[in-house]
C-alpha cells in the first residue's frame, strides 16, 4: 500500500469511528444540528437588516453578499466539523501527557491528531452554506464561468489550508503555556467578521484581515472569483498568503513537537 493510501485508510477509520459515536447518542446529533440552524439564523439578521435599508454595502448588493456568508457557512462547517474537535483535544493531551502514545505511533502525529474526531452534526452548517451558494446565484442572476467555479473551488480549498493553519498555529502555543482556551475562542469570535465582505473594512483593518488573519482572502475571494471579477492581485495574494500559512503552520508545529518533554520529562 502507498503512503497515501495508508493515510486515506487512516482517515476513513478515524470518520468512521465518529459517525459510530454519533450513532450512539442522536438526540445529541439532532440537537446539535437545531443550534446550528439557530446560529445560521443568527448570522444572516444583521446582513439582512443592513440590505433593508440600503440597496448596496460597500459596492455588494444583497445577493452577492450572501455569497460571502456561504462560503463563510461551508467553511464554518469544516472548522466545527472536522478541525476543532480534533486539535482541541491536542491541548488536553499535552497537558496530561498523553501526547506521548500518539507520538510512538509509526504515523505522522500531526495527521494523527488532526483526524482525532470528527463532529458529523456540523453537516447542517455545510448544506446551509451550499444552498446560500445556489440561492445567492439564483435571486442575483449570478452565472459564472467555468474558470470562475474553478477558481472558487481552489480558494475554498486554499481557505480550509489556512483555516486549519491558524488552528494548528493557536493549538501550539499549548506545548509553551498552560491554558490556550481563551484564544481558540478570541479566534472563534474574530472569524464571525468573514462573513462580511473585504471592501468594508478600511485602513489597518484591511491590511489585518488579509494578510495577518486573512479572513477576507477565506471568503470574500471566492466569493469575488464566483462573480468573474476576482482580478489577478488577488488571486496573486491567495496563493502567496495561503503558502506562507500552510508552510508556517506546519513549521511551528514540527518546532514545537521539538519542545515536548513528555510526561516524564
Request: charged share 15%; aromatic share 12%.
Amino acid at each position: 500500500m502507498t503512503r497515501v493510501g495508508r493515510y486515506l485508510r487512516l482517515l476513513g477509520v478515524q470518520v468512521r469511528m465518529s459517525l459510530l459515536t454519533t450513532l450512539q447518542y442522536r438526540a445529541d446529533f439532532w440537537i446539535e444540528c437545531g443550534l446550528t440552524v439557530f446560529w445560521i439564523a443568527a448570522t444572516l439578521v444583521p446582513l439582512i437588516v443592513l440590505f433593508e435599508l440600503r440597496d448596496t454595502v460597500a459596492g455588494w448588493r444583497w445577493p452577492e453578499a450572501l455569497l460571502v456568508v456561504g462560503f463563510f457557512t461551508v467553511l464554518k462547517s469544516v472548522l466545527g466539523g472536522a478541525i476543532q474537535p480534533s486539535l482541541d483535544a491536542v491541548v488536553q493531551h499535552v497537558r496530561n501527557g498523553t501526547l506521548d502514545f500518539i507520538l510512538l505511533k509509526p504515523a505522522d502525529a500531526q495527521f494523527l491528531v488532526s483526524t482525532a474526531k470528527f463532529s458529523p452534526a456540523r453537516v447542517a452548517d455545510l448544506v446551509a452554506g451550499l444552498g446560500m451558494l445556489v440561492y445567492a446565484m439564483h435571486i442575483g442572476d449570478i452565472r459564472p464561468s467555468v474558470g470562475g467555479v474553478l477558481a472558487a473551488l481552489l480558494l475554498l480549498a486554499g481557505a480550509v489550508g489556512i483555516l486549519y493553519s491558524i488552528w494548528i498555529l493557536v493549538v501550539s502555543l499549548s506545548f509553551l503555556v498552560v491554558k490556550v482556551d481563551n484564544l481558540t475562542f478570541l479566534f472563534s469570535s474574530i472569524y464571525d467578521a468573514a462573513r462580511w465582505p473585504g471592501s468594508i473594512f478600511r485602513g489597518v483593518a484591511a491590511v489585518l484581515l488579509t494578510f495577518v488573519v486573512p479572513l477576507t482572502v477565506m471568503t470574500t475571494y471566492p466569493a469575488l472569483a464566483l462573480r468573474d471579477v476576482l482580478t489577478a492581485r488577488e488571486a496573486a495574494t491567495a496563493v502567496f498568503v495561503t503558502a506562507m500559512f500552510i508552510a508556517g503552520g506546519r513549521w511551528v508545529w514540527m518546532r514545537s513537537i521539538g519542545r515536548y518533554t513528555s510526561a516524564g520529562g
